[in-house]
């Protein structure tokens, strides 16, 4: 009976101590899988965060590339920032001719895009030393750095994001918190990150209104071609014949100029045609339209302007073209032109008849000697010849 | 290894001998721990080896056969705590090539640092599979133990016989085949 007293008296003392081991054990394991739940959690909060901003700066990528308009893609800028990047105000700038302009539709707590805080701070398109990282100025009120800014009264820190175009600065945006700490190195590469698509899409733009600019323009002359003359002489039309103003056309034509470039060469022959586009760009008024209408075919749309005032128009023109001196190899010659004027009549529904007319009149200055303008007459009714008495 | 093996082959005396021989046991093993084991626990395995040992001597039973016996108790602790291993097999020879590419796997997720053998499953002809084990423990027996109560479990009349083909690392082929009439 003792024995299997102690017996169980010894197994007691046993469970005792592994149930004690075991508390131990499972309380050990417990802490170690507290402390990687911990772990976990904040991984899968920086993933959840980094996810986001991923999504975002996709979004933002999509975004950017569908916009084609500089203003629009300020706007764009800033309210993905507003999103991305916490800050109380932004202003985007570029530089135009040199100076940085702000840009983007002015919304809610930005900073105002007014002409007053058009500044050049330490950027200049090609002088300054960009640096690949913003720019974090934290005691925003009293830095002199921050001072061109206009920084907001209530700022405490101010940020700025350069953006790039290869090689150069295009401009910069600026973000001003009212925190002290608001901007983190995170919260920076962010918004370099963003910045620099934004950069390729500013980029894009102009190359697009460059694009847009150089399809409307003869290479040679600089004056519209005849693509964007069609465009521009219809809004012209349409507007006189909503008014009832007058509207003239011109053709011009330089004559024998066959013989100059035959003569002279086709270098010559260019040089000839860009003197005299410059001359007729001289004459224009603000409103009045002129183009290269082909080969040495010169062509103007005068808005608010009757056969009699393009007559003279012309007149002045063909007078300051037979003044030009060319010279080649020491040889000094001269040029004229012929030119037919048409005005809008009741039955036209284009500028198109206007110029037909202006073109049969330039046919007839021709036929009559050249180097004159002359005004479009309706034919006169034919009258059959009577038969001579003998 | 792995507390559980120690609680269990503690179980295992109790039951199929008596509490006072598990005592009397521990009481001439002098084991390093104490005989203190809890299934969360890690041990010694040489501790087993002293077990395993000492209760051959007082008993007159064989080593092999004291963990042939284990084999088939760990078994059906190993049916009752993991049945999700046994979901949709109905066979020994559809569960055995399962152990190491599917069970060992789940059995390192779980506990990390455990010390598995291996084995590798051949099918010579229909009905019949081979079976090379490999570890450093030398717990063949116990292996076919398992392999034994496995078959029991399906109620199947298949035999099991065994062969040392390697002594570094200790490998033995178990070849199963139908039991012969």
Not at chain 1, 253 to 280: E, I, P, Q, W
Not at chain 1, 304 to 330: C, P, V, Y
Request: aromatic share 8%; charged share 25%; net charge negative.
């Amino acid at each position: 009976m003792d024995d299997k007293v102690e017996l169980l008296q010894r197994r007691l003392e046993r469970e005792r101590l592994a149930r004690k081991q075991a508390e131990m054990i499972i309380e050990e394991k417990s802490r170690e899988l507290y402390y990687k739940n911990q772990e976990l959690e904040r991984a899968v909060k920086a993933e959840h965060l980094a996810r986001k901003e991923a999504d975002l700066l996709r979004q933002s990528l999509e975004a950017f590339t569908s916009k084609l308009d500089i203003d629009e893609i300020a706007s764009q800028l800033k309210s993905i920032l507003m999103q991305l990047v916490p800050h109380d105000h932004s202003a985007v700038y570029l530089f135009k001719g040199g100076v940085l302009a702000p840009c983007g539709q002015a919304q809610g707590s930005d900073k105002g895009g007014d002409g007053a805080t058009v500044c050049t701070p330490s950027l200049s398109p090609n002088g300054a030393r960009p640096s690949a990282r913003p720019i974090i100025i934290p005691n925003a009120q009293n830095d002199p750095q921050a001072k061109p800014w206009g920084v907001h009264p209530d700022s405490e820190t101010l940020m700025v994001v350069h953006l790039f175009a290869p090689g150069r600065v295009v401009g910069c945006l600026i973000l001003e918190s009212r925190q002290a700490d608001a901007f983190t190195p995170t919260a920076a590469r962010l918004a370099q990150a963003i910045a620099n698509e934004a950069s390729i899409a500013f980029e894009n733009s102009l190359l697009y209104r460059e694009v847009e600019r150089l399809s409307a323009l003869d290479a040679l002359t600089g004056i519209n071609n005849r693509r964007q003359f069609d465009l521009l002489a219809n809004v012209e039309f349409q507007r006189a014949l909503r008014h009832q103003l007058s509207l003239s056309a011109i053709m011009m034509d330089l004559d024998h100029f066959k013989r100059v470039n035959d003569t002279h060469g086709h270098s010559v022959g260019d040089k000839v045609l860009v003197a005299v586009a410059d001359v007729c760009r001289r004459a224009l008024r603000t409103e009045d339209i002129l183009a290269r209408y082909g080969g040495e075919e010169f062509c103007f749309v005068l808005p608010q302007t009757d056969a009699k005032g393009a007559h003279a128009f012309a007149e002045r023109i063909r007078i300051a073209i037979e003044g030009l001196a060319f010279d080649s190899n020491g040889r000094a010659f001269s040029v004229t032109a012929s030119f037919g004027v048409s005005e809008r009549i009741a039955e036209d529904d284009s500028p198109g008849s206007i110029l037909e007319r202006s073109d049969q009149a330039l046919y007839e200055a021709k036929g009559g000697g050249r180097n004159r303008v002359v005004i479009w007459k309706p034919p006169e009714p034919q009258i059959e010849a009577l038969p001579q008495a003998k | 290894m792995k507390g559980m093996v120690f609680t269990e082959f503690m179980e295992l005396v109790d039951e199929k001998l008596s509490p006072e021989t598990t005592e009397r046991l521990l009481e001439m093993s002098d084991l390093p721990s104490g005989g203190i084991y809890t299934s969360v626990g890690n041990y010694d395995p040489q501790e087993m080896v002293t077990l395993v040992t000492n209760l051959s001597g007082m008993t007159g039973t064989s080593v092999p056969d004291l963990l042939k016996t284990f084999g088939r108790h760990l078994f059906k602790r190993f049916l009752a705590s993991f049945p999700e291993f046994f979901e949709g097999i109905n066979s020994s020879l559809e569960f055995l090539p399962h152990v190491d590419g599917y069970v060992h796997v789940e059995v390192r997720k779980l506990y990390p640092d455990a010390e598995l053998p291996t084995f590798t499953c051949e099918v010579p002809e229909p009905g019949s599979m081979t079976m090379t084990y490999e570890s450093k423990r030398h717990l063949a027996p116990l292996a076919e133990g398992l392999i034994l109560a496995c078959i029991d479990h399906y109620g199947e009349s298949l035999e099991v016989r065994s062969e040392t083909i390697a002594s570094d690392p200790p490998t033995t082929k178990f070849f199963i085949t139908p039991k012969q009439t």
